[in-house]
Structures are given as C-alpha cells and as structure tokens.
C-alpha cells in the first residue's frame, strides 16, 4: 500500500452513466433485429410476471435499459438468469419480444467477442 | 367467480372440438408416471363415448422436451411433426387427439407456423418426403385429450357411478384445477376459456359434481418448465412455484388437485414430497399430501373404474383419502398387486409424508 | 336563415347547438336516448376544483331550456346524403332532415374493463370501474365492499384500456390520471382510515390545477403513488384482492392485497361515432376517432364539406376542454354558413 492510501486518499472513478463513451454496437444489433424493444414504457409489467424475477434478483425490465445506456458489463451473466417463459410479452401493454432480445444479446455477445466488426450486417 | 362469469369468458374462445374418428397421439412420459390414464381414455372413448379412436403404434415424440431443452432445432421437430401428421393421413383421419400438453402446443405452435411462413411448410413437405418418402394434410382440428372429455363432459356424468361429492357430509369436493400453461398461454383461442380463466378442467369437475377452488396463484405455472427442471441450477425454480401454488390454496383444504399436463400431475405430486423432504411441510390433512390426479383418472374414478387398475398406486402422494371421500370402494391389499394378480413389491414409505 | 343538424346531445352537442342558435341558425339536437346530457349525468364532481356535476347539469339544463333549438330524442341517423349544397340525413323512424350543416357530436364509449381479463373485472366482487366508483359516490351510499365492509386498503390502477396494444388503444385517455387523483382524494375524504395506492405508469397532469390537486393528494390525503403497471389481479379467500405490479423505482416485484379495486377505464370511440364515420364518410384517425382536417388551424373540420365535429368524438377530452372545443366548432360552423 502507498503511503498516500494509508493516509486515506482514494483515486474514485466515476459512476456517471456516459452516454457519450459507450459502445453501442450491441444495442444497435438488437435495435435493427427487433424494433419493439426501443418502445419500452418501463411500466415494469414484465418484472411483475417474471418467473425468474419473483424469486431471484432478476429484473428482466432492466435488460433494455442497461442496453440503452450502454451499461453492457455483466449483462451476459444478467441474461441467463431468464428462462425464456415468454410471460413478459403476454402482459407488455406496448408487446416487445423480449425473449427475442434476450436472444440476440446472447448472440451479439459472442459476435462482438470474437471481433466482428460493426459494419457487418448479422 | 360465479358460474355465470366463467360461462360468460368461456363463451369469448369458442373452441371447435371434432365429435369423431380421432387420430390419437400420446405423451412420451405419462405412460410410466400415470401408465392408466391414457388407457383410462381409450376406454372411455371407445366403451362410454362410443367413438372412432385410433391408437397408432408408429407414431413417436413430437420431440417436444427435446425442443424446449435447445437440443432438437426446429427444423428437425417440423418433420417430426409432419410424420405424425403423415401417419394421420395415411390411417384416414383428420381430426388429431393429442395426449400431453406440451405436444398440443407444439401442434400448435407448428401449424401456426406453417400458416404465418407457408415457405416452412414446403420445407417441412420436402424434408419428411426426402427423409420418410411421406406426404401429409394438416389436421382439420387439433384437441387436447381434455377437450376432448370437456365437450362429452355431460354424457360422461350421465353414467356416472360417484359423484364428485363427499360421502359423509354431502358437501362438494374441493378441487383443484390446474392447467398446462401450453395449453393456452401461446394461442388463448386454442383453450376452452382462454389463458386466464380456463374451464375446460373446472367444467368437468362442476358437471360431475365437485367445487372449483378459486385461489389466488390459480394462474399460476406449477414450475416444471423444461428449463427450470432439466437444468439442474434452475431446478429451485421449479420447486419454489410450486410451492407459490401449495402455499396459495392450502387455506381451501382442497381434497385433490386435477391437472390436464404430463409435467404439471408429475411436478405437484413428487414436489410435495420434496418439500416434506427439505422443509418438513405437507398440505394435506394429517401430514398427508394433497392427491394430484390427471383428468382421466378422475373421469374413470367417477365412471367407476378400479383405482388401482387405474394406475393410482403409481402417485407418490397416497390417492387413499380422497378414494375414501368419494366413497370408493377399493382392495388395500390389491394396490400393489401385477396383471396377473401377483402381489408386486411396494414402494418404501418415506417418513415425512404419509 | 340557415340550419344546422346537431347529432349527439352530450356536453358538446349541448354547447354547439346553443352557441349556434345564439347565432340567429335554426338549429336541431338529434340524440338517440331519451335523456340529454350525455354521460356526464352519471358523473359526481368533476376535476380538478371538485365542483358538483349537478352544477354543469344545471348549466346544460338551462341552456336546453332557454336556447332557441328543438330537440329530438330517441333519435338516430341511418342515412346521410349531400344534394345542391345541403346534406339529407334520414333517421331511423324514417323521417328526413335537410339543413346545411351537421356537427358531429357523438362523443365516446368508456373501456370495456371485462376485456383485460386479468384484472377480473366482472370475474371479482371487489373490481370496480372509475365510472362505477362514480355512480356510487353520486348515489351517497357508504363505499363497501360487496359484503358490505368499509374498505381499509384500495387500489387505483391507471391505464386501463389505454396506452395498451393488449387492448388495442395505443393512445392515452388524458383524463384518467387525474380522475384517480379527484377519486382518490374524495374517497380518503369518505374513508379516512383507508389506504389509499394509485399504481401509474406515468401521471400525465396536463392541465391547469391538476399538479395541485395531485400534491393535495399527496400532502392532505397521504394517497400512496406507486410507478408500476398491474400485471394481474386475483382474489384471496377473504374475497381481498391480491394484485402483482413491479415498484419500477424500487425495481421489485410488488404484491399486495386489497380491499376494493378500482380501474380507470379509458375513453373509446363512441357507438355513434363509428356510426356517423361510416354514413357520412368521415376519415378516422389511427385511434379510431374522427379525424380533423388539421389539428392546429382546422380541428372541427373534416374533409367533408359542411360536416364539422366536437366533443370527444375528435379524441379523449376532458369536460371544461369539450365545451372549449364545442364554442370553437360553433364558430367554425358560422363562418361556414356566412359563407354559403
């Protein structure tokens, strides 16, 4: 430990979301493969009815949003969580395809891990 | 909810059920968790319903766990399908009968397809005719097996032996419905009553004489999900909604729980033994677990049929107390007892479920 | 002296058709029931100053008496044809009616709560509507529930029938948000022991004093928002309800169980409105309402000449906004008939 930090000073990073320095490629690939997510009201209906979420911590409203704000990291270990039951499109008042989203993150995941570049139409 | 309320939404999904000459297509499961129910239903629709019922013995799985468990593509559960569809076809039959839940929506689901991206059908067409050399029609009408005794429900309760009733106090059984969420939760039209208020199980038990418990996880899946099952880390899934529903109708005391799917009669009977197990706590009456019986078995045992050749003693929950409420009359000592009237050795007694 | 037909003798129909005999036109109210005031007869207080509905039945009342127009009840419009500049209508007793002008008035049809069947509207004792709350306050009875108890806890649910492609209404009713906010409030008046939760997905207090009213409701009536859209409704064994919603600002699942339920049930286009689209040929908007020729600088014309519109046959308004809207048609209408 360096003398500074024993003395208490800490270097903070910031916890802003950055809209401006994000790596949008992952929500750009969901975007253009199901146009219903972008419609999200947030109403929470789908969080409400989530299998998933009503016993573990698991928000599956949180999935868009983390994807529209760029907030990418730990999404992959987020997604698994949904088991793909569907009930959240039964009860969505705008009818997003959530489980389709679900799949392409999974999908533009791996993409984007193995450097596909973003010009290319998946 | 009255009886008018659910007569009113049953009304909004009128579901065309074929009258005759079906093409029946069993669950791969039931055979060895309920192996009397599909016989049950056979019997019931040839003897009492006198109709047109063929058992095929080449039909296969519709591959249907298989499907939902990511490891049979589409493709390949299309031309399953358009097999079965082909085995139709060829026996002379138009209307499908479909034993299990999760085969009925497949059906579905599939032919739903097919109507929404006809270039699926013709694959379909051409890969069964490559692979098989067969040719197909779509059915004219797919019903599950429960519709099916929905629509002849009340010739049913015309040769009724039981009533749905208890013996010592006159008093309506309580009974649980418990639907298949493939049932109707993808396509509600293809449901008697749709997806939220389902009567195709609560009509037969009010026809037959009992009360429909209406709780509040009424709706609610039972929590097999081939995915909450069959992957191990999701199995507490499984568990945790079904106890959400034990929970939930406990402080109806119902008297047995009536389900129309494979998954759901599996998961509600071994489940409460599992809980016993792990949290030393039984919803029955008595430190006993509440009966879970397929709809079949309920029709045979209001019919009169012999609960032990109805594949009863195959429950992990003990059907006994329920058998002795409806007044059935029943031989203890032939519960475990072979076709050919050996006795065969019984299961051992678990401590914390009686 | 020039005539104008009027269909629909709700608030819109009302304040058109006395506006324009103001004007010296020979005016006729064409209304299919037996009763002239519309739904608003139903109604209790209205918002946001909770001023008695009795008082703007009094104002309709008095301008139907006093106002130079006939009225033709138990009346409707089977057939509409235009020749010479003048429009025929023929009504349904086969009667014809030729004028210069017709003012479509023909308002709305309240949402159907029973087709979200999963709040169980029409399934459950205790899952009642916005306008039956209304029709109940207006009646001066104790609010129970339907075994006669004084709720203790009670659920407001905003959006039913709105903003819901389940429903198929994609567009927002605008006057449910604040209706639960005036309901909430009067029945925390009535009830002072209850609690109160309005469970929105956003509130929407568009017009004048409706943030005041909602921080009233906040500040005097401790009424409980929470931002989460109900996903089901079942009922318990003590006939409570039990309801499931997300708390979106907490990001949890939320269940609780209450006493009495109430939906506020959107606005849709009236039976009569569809009505008069079909018969006189009049283009819908994508929300099913009748289209205006421009909604800025010609919202009571249509492509129809000689067929004006008020009222909320044009889409979801508020009352104080319909007698607005009905004025500024009653002016569209005269400078049409200057004109001709």
Not at chain 1, 27 to 43: A, G
Not at chain 2, 197 to 222: K, N, Q
Not at chain 2, 240 to 246: I, T
Not at chain 3, 328 to 337: F, G, I, R, T, W
Request: glycine residues 10%; proline residues 3%.
């Amino acid at each position: 430990m360096k003398a500074a930090e024993k003395f208490g000073f800490r270097v903070l990073e910031t916890r802003v979301i950055d809209l401006e320095n994000f790596d949008g490629r992952l929500l750009r690939y969901v975007h253009r493969h199901e146009k219903s997510f972008i419609t999200c009201l947030s109403c929470g209906g789908c969080t409400a009815t989530c299998s998933a979420g009503n016993l573990i911590e698991f928000n599956v409203r949180r999935i868009g949003l983390l994807l529209r704000r760029g907030e990418t990291e730990g999404l992959e270990r987020e997604i698994d969580k949904c088991m793909l039951c569907g009930k959240c499109q039964l009860v969505c008042p705008r009818g997003i395809n959530l489980r389709n989203v679900i799949m392409l993150i999974k999908k533009g995941i791996v993409k984007f891990k193995n450097g596909t570049p973003e010009k290319v139409e998946l | 909810m009255t009886e008018a309320h659910q007569s009113g939404i049953t009304g909004i999904y009128p579901k065309e059920i074929a009258a005759d000459n079906y093409y029946y297509v069993r669950s791969c499961i039931r055979q060895n968790f309920f192996p009397g129910s599909e016989t049950a239903f056979l019997k019931i629709m040839r003897n009492v319903l006198g109709k047109n019922i063929y058992d095929d013995a080449v039909h296969t799985t519709c591959t249907g766990i298989g499907y939902h468990s990511d490891i049979v593509p589409f493709e390949t559960i299309q031309t399953v399908v358009a097999r079965q569809f082909a085995l139709m076809t060829e026996k002379g039959f138009e209307n499908l009968a479909v034993s299990c839940v999760t085969s009925f929506g497949i059906y579905c689901e599939i032919v739903e397809t097919w109507k929404n991206f006809p270039e699926e059908l013709d694959k379909a067409r051409v890969n069964l005719k490559k692979a098989t050399g067969r040719e197909f029609e779509i059915p004219r009408n797919i019903a599950h097996a429960s519709d099916i005794i929905y629509k002849f429900r009340r010739e049913i309760a015309k040769e009724a032996k039981y009533s749905l009733v208890n013996c010592l106090t006159g008093e309506p059984l309580n009974l649980v419905e418990h639907i298949g969420c493939h049932y109707a939760k993808m396509f509600p039209e293809m449901g008697v009553g749709g997806a939220e208020f389902t009567s195709v199980l609560s009509s037969m038990i009010e026809i037959w004489g009992g009360a429909v418990v209406d709780y509040p996880e009424r709706r609610h899946c039972c929590g097999f999900g081939f995915r909450q099952y069959l992957i191990q880390a999701n199995r507490g899934y499984s568990i945790s909604n079904s106890r959400k529903k034990f929970e939930s109708m406990e402080p109806y005391h119902p008297d047995a729980v009536i389900c129309n799917c494979p998954g759901c009669t599996m998961f509600m009977d071994r489940w409460q033994y599992v809980i016993a197990e792990m949290e030393n706590k039984t919803y029955g009456q008595g430190g006993r677990g509440i009966p879970v019986l397929t709809y079949e078995e309920l029709a045979g045992l209001v019919l009169g049929y012999d609960p032990w050749d109805l594949g009863l003693q195959m429950h992990q929950v003990n059907s006994e107390p329920f058998l002795d409420k409806l007044g059935i009359r029943y031989i203890p000592s032939q519960k475990y007892s072979g076709k050919d009237g050996k006795i065969m050795a019984g299961p051992v007694i678990p401590a914390c479920i009686k | 002296m020039k005539s104008v037909v009027i269909i629909g003798g709700g608030v819109a129909g009302i304040e058109t058709a006395s506006a324009l005999s103001d004007f010296g036109h020979n005016v006729v109210l064409v209304e299919k029931t037996d009763s002239i005031g519309g739904k608003v007869l139903k109604w209790d207080h209205l918002f946001p100053d909770l001023k008695s509905a009795s008082e703007l039945e009094n104002y309709l009342d008095i301008k139907c008496r006093e106002g130079n127009f006939a009225i033709q009840k138990n009346t409707t419009i089977a057939q509409a044809s235009q020749s010479n500049g003048k429009w025929m209508l023929r009504t349904d007793n086969n009667r014809v009616i030729e004028t210069d002008a017709i003012v479509v008035a023909t308002g709305y049809e309240v949402f159907d709560a029973s087709r979200k069947e999963e709040y169980g509207y029409n399934i459950y004792d205790n899952v009642i509507t916005s306008v039956d709350l209304e029709e109940r306050l207006k009646s001066g009875k104790t609010i129970t529930t339907r075994a006669g108890y004084l709720p203790e806890k009670i659920g407001i649910i905003h959006c039913v029938g709105s903003r819901d492609e389940k429903s198929g209404n994609h567009y927002c009713s605008k006057v449910c948000c604040i209706t639960g906010v005036k309901q909430s409030i009067e029945l925390h008046k009535l009830l002072p022991e209850a609690e109160i939760y309005c469970f929105y997905m956003d509130l929407r207090m568009y017009g004048q004093y409706y943030e005041e009213l909602y921080r009233e409701a906040q500040e005097m009536h401790k009424i409980q928002f929470i931002r989460g859209r109900l996903s089901e409704v079942s009922e318990n064994i003590d006939k409570r309800l039990l309801i499931k919603a997300e708390d979106t600002l907490s990001g949890r699942p939320l269940k609780m169980s209450v006493d009495l339920l109430v939906l506020l049930v959107g606005m849709e286009p009236g039976k009569g409105t569809k009505s008069m689209a079909g018969i006189c040929g009049l283009e819908t908007g994508k929300d099913g309402f009748l289209k205006t020729s421009d909604m800025h600088f010609g919202n009571n014309k249509t492509g129809k000449k000689g067929i004006f519109l008020a009222g909320s046959c044009i889409g979801p308004m508020s009352i104080n906004d319909t007698i607005s809207n009905a004025r500024s048609a009653a002016l569209e209408v005269h400078n049409y008939l200057q004109t001709k």
